[in-house]
């Protein structure tokens, strides 16, 4: 069975702090690696990552994969209050057509 | 509309009722997906369409849970006989091209069911 894990599960930090966050899979014939935001509506995409040691970028956002020992991590830069949200990881197999996520990562960032 | 939409964005119904709750993807996406998201926890997978062809339904978690979409558009997610381990939220994703996972999904507002 596919499985992601997420860590930490919640983080609380000062605007202008950098945080990372984790992600970890097992799946089965592994296709993508995608990062979602979750307010309080949608979850909206962030990045969909396919191959290793690519670093994905967007503004303050990164992210990398690594194939070899089955990880993500997402990370901001200058937090600002507006980053707080639940961050989704989520991974896709060849296997299925669905996409198995993690339970999240709870972001709190003070003013 | 420009997102994924999805209707009512709340129902409330009493244990025992039947429920339909609609979503209306991107137009032109091949590829609808229905999520269950419980409080405090990730999505979980319940079905995908391939146009009107469902080709996965194997997240639905009984017989009292149906999905379809008839014309390869709006699709429908029923639950009949409700009970109140079915509270949750319900999320519906649609992505550009068939197999889902080689394009990202997109992702509604999601419906909240609450089961009294």
């Known amino acids: 069975e596919d499985k992601v894990v997420q860590s930490p599960l919640s983080l609380v930090v000062h605007e202008g702090d950098t945080v990372t966050l984790n992600c970890s899979y097992e799946v089965t014939n592994f296709r993508s690696l995608l990062w979602y935001k979750q307010e309080k509506k949608a979850p909206t995409f962030l990045f969909m990552l396919t191959s290793s040691g690519i670093e994905k970028k967007s503004g303050r956002l990164s992210s990398i994969l690594d194939k070899k020992e089955l990880f993500s991590i997402l990370n901001i830069t200058a937090t600002q209050t507006g980053d707080s949200a639940i961050y989704l990881c989520?991974?896709?197999?060849?296997?299925?057509?669905?996409?198995?996520f993690g339970g999240g990562t709870r972001l709190m960032v003070k003013p | 509309g420009a997102g994924v939409s999805q209707s009512p964005r709340y129902k409330v119904a009493k244990r025992g009722q039947d429920v339909a709750l609609r979503c209306d993807p991107i137009?032109?996406?091949?590829?609808l997906f229905w999520y269950q998201q419980a409080l405090g926890q990730g999505p979980e997978f319940l079905t995908y369409?391939?146009?009107?062809?469902?080709?996965?339904k194997s997240g639905l978690p009984s017989d009292r849970f149906f999905a379809e979409r008839p014309e390869g558009s709006v699709s429908t997610l029923k639950i009949q006989r409700t009970q109140q381990e079915d509270s949750a939220v319900y999320l519906c994703a649609s992505s550009t091209g068939p197999g889902g996972i080689g394009q990202p999904q997109h992702f509604g507002d999601g419906t909240r069911l609450s089961i009294l």
């Open positions: 137009s032109g996406h091949v590829s």
């Open positions: 369409f391939q146009n009107e062809a469902q080709l996965d």
């Open positions: 989520a991974v896709g197999s060849n296997a299925g057509n669905m996409l198995t």
